[in-house]
Antibody, heavy 120, light 107 residues
Framework: DVQVVESGGGLVKPGGSLRLSCEVS????????MNWVRQAPGKGLEWVSS????????DYADSVKGRFTISRDNAKNSLFLEMNSLTAGDTAIYYC?????????????WGQGTLVSVSS | EIVMTQSPATLSVSPGGRATLSCRAS??????LAWYQQKPGQAPRLLIY???NRATGVPARFSGSGSGTEFTLTISSLQSEDFAVYYC?????????FGGGTKVQIK
């Protein structure tokens, strides 16, 4: 089974920054797209950002565009999310999700999530 | 943006019963539709992709159908471990979008 472990969440003040990390045990990590999906407390799932296996294609939800930056280090099987200008609306559990082997944008494996709380 | 609408919001079913969950897209997504299951305190789990393909390890009692704008997830004989929230997701177009979820609870 693929293991996915997120880290980097925590409490941050409005306007602050945070960097999330995700480590994946998958040996062919560089072949698969990776994604961030978030879930506000008691709410549904919201896609945040996706990056292709090579890193050449990146997309963001409008709600985070210009504030969040997704990146990956294939040599270290790692995914990152740099989050700036955080607001209370960004409070959520952030999940790292790996793409399906044949369908990039289907979220095949997930981490347990890392909680980001934005509050003064 | 393609809006995904799930119904009902809550579904009460007896163990062993049949559950039928609906997902509607605001425009055609062809068969680019996935279903996920989420239990309290856990990450989502992929159940179905390409509208009707079961993911690895998913029991045969889960089935998906539909194309275009109308999709259905059917759980043929509910087991105790199936009581959870279910989300549909379209991956036909950016931005990727999820439905609001259907909670399947014990009747």
């Amino acid at each position: 089974d693929v293991q996915v472990v997120e880290s980097g969440g925590g409490l941050v003040k409005p306007g602050g920054s945070l960097r999330l990390s995700c480590e994946v045990s998958e040996l062919s990590f560089s072949r698969f797209s990776m994604n961030w999906v978030r879930q506000a407390p008691g709410k549904g799932l919201e896609w945040v950002s996706s990056i292709s296996g090579s890193g050449s294609h990146i997309d963001y939800a409008d709600s985070v565009k210009g504030r969040f930056t997704i990146s990956r280090d294939n040599a270290k099987n790692s995914l990152f999310l740099e989050m700036n200008s955080l607001t209370a609306g960004d409070t959520a559990i952030y999940y790292c999700a790996g793409g399906h082997s044949n369908y990039d944008l289907v979220f095949d494996y997930w981490g347990q999530g890392t909680l980001v709380s934005v509050s003064s | 943006e393609i809006v995904m609408t799930q119904s009902p919001a809550t579904l009460s079913v007896s163990p062993g019963g049949r559950a039928t969950l609906s997902c509607r897209a605001s425009q055609s997504v062809s068969s680019s539709l996935a279903w996920y299951q989420q239990k309290p305190g856990q990450a989502p789990r992929l159940l179905i992709y390409v509208a009707s393909n079961r993911a690895t390890g998913v029991p045969a009692r889960f089935s998906g159908s539909g194309s275009g704008t109308e999709f259905t997830l059917t759980i043929s004989s509910l087991q105790s471990e199936d009581f959870a929230v279910y989300y549909c997701q379209q991956y036909y177009n950016w931005p990727l979008t999820f439905g609001g979820g259907t909670k399947v609870q014990i009747k």
